[in-house]
């Protein structure tokens, strides 16, 4: 079945250093990918997505590719700040049943210090 | 612009007993979906409604059931609680497609407690 690999946390960085969390997908058929952000108590909110091989999702300074070749999408930012600390899920929506639905990694948390 | 509002926000049962959570998907959108989220893990599929039926249920015992009305709203019921269904609960709503693509939005969840 269609499935979403995470890297494991927490990944701890000092401010304005560089972000990557990776993420791998096995999935029949061709699959939109997301990434969402879980603020501590919050919901998720979707960050950022990508609907085909090749595209780019952006939004407020991160950003991830959708590599068919190497079934990822990882995300990655220039420079994190203190706010950007939440837990980071990535998840591919399955294609095949003609109703959306999405299967989720298990999450990476981020810890950014000032 | 609402977004999707769940309730209640938190609530403790004890094993054995029955719980009832709410959902109001966003303005708009006519599919709503119901995840569990356990601590520390990602969320997992429980089953989805459009017209109110069911159309996809996700590896759930049957003690996980649910409801659509015809305002789109929607209601997860829970029966014979067992501790292990202590968890976050998601609401998502979406507009229906057969596009993989579509922004699916998640409600603040309701988080159960089982004692």
């Known amino acids: 079945g269609n499935s979403v690999t995470q890297m494991e946390g927490p990944v701890t960085l000092s401010e304005e250093a560089f972000l990557t969390i990776n993420c791998t997908y096995t999935?029949?058929?061709?699959?939109?990918l997301f990434w969402y952000v879980q603020y501590p108590g919050e919901g998720l909110q979707l960050l950022l997505k990508?609907?085909?091989?090749?595209d780019k999702g952006s939004n407020k300074g991160f950003e991830a590719t959708y590599r068919k070749e190497t079934t990822s999408f990882h995300l990655e930012k220039g420079s994190v700040q203190v706010s950007d600390s939440a837990v980071y899920f990535c998840?591919?929506?399955?294609?095949?049943?003609?109703?959306?639905?999405?299967?989720f990694g298990t999450g990476t948390r981020l810890l950014v210090s000032p | 612009d609402a977004g999707v509002t769940q309730s209640p926000t938190h609530l403790i049962k004890t094993r054995g007993q029955q719980v009832t959570l709410r959902c109001s998907p966003k303005?708009?959108?006519?599919?709503v979906s119901w995840y569990q989220q356990a601590l520390g893990q990602g969320p997992q599929f429980i089953f989805q409604?459009?017209?109110?039926?069911?159309?996809q249920r996700g590896n759930f015992p049957d003690r996980f059931s649910g409801h659509q009305f015809p305002n789109y709203s929607s209601e997860l019921n829970v029966n014979a609680l067992l501790l292990g269904d202590s968890a976050l609960y998601l609401c998502?709503?979406?507009?229906?497609?057969?596009?993989?693509?579509?922004?699916?939005?998640f409600g603040e969840g309701s988080w159960l407690t089982v004692v």
């Open positions: 990508a609907t085909k091989a090749d």
């Open positions: 998502a709503s979406s507009l229906v497609s057969r596009s993989s693509g579509n922004t699916i939005y």
């Open positions: 998840a591919l929506s399955d294609p095949g049943t003609g109703f959306q639905k999405l299967v």
């Open positions: 409604y459009y017209e109110e039926e069911e159309r």
């Open positions: 303005s708009g959108h006519d599919t």
């Open positions: 999935a029949t058929g061709y699959p939109s």
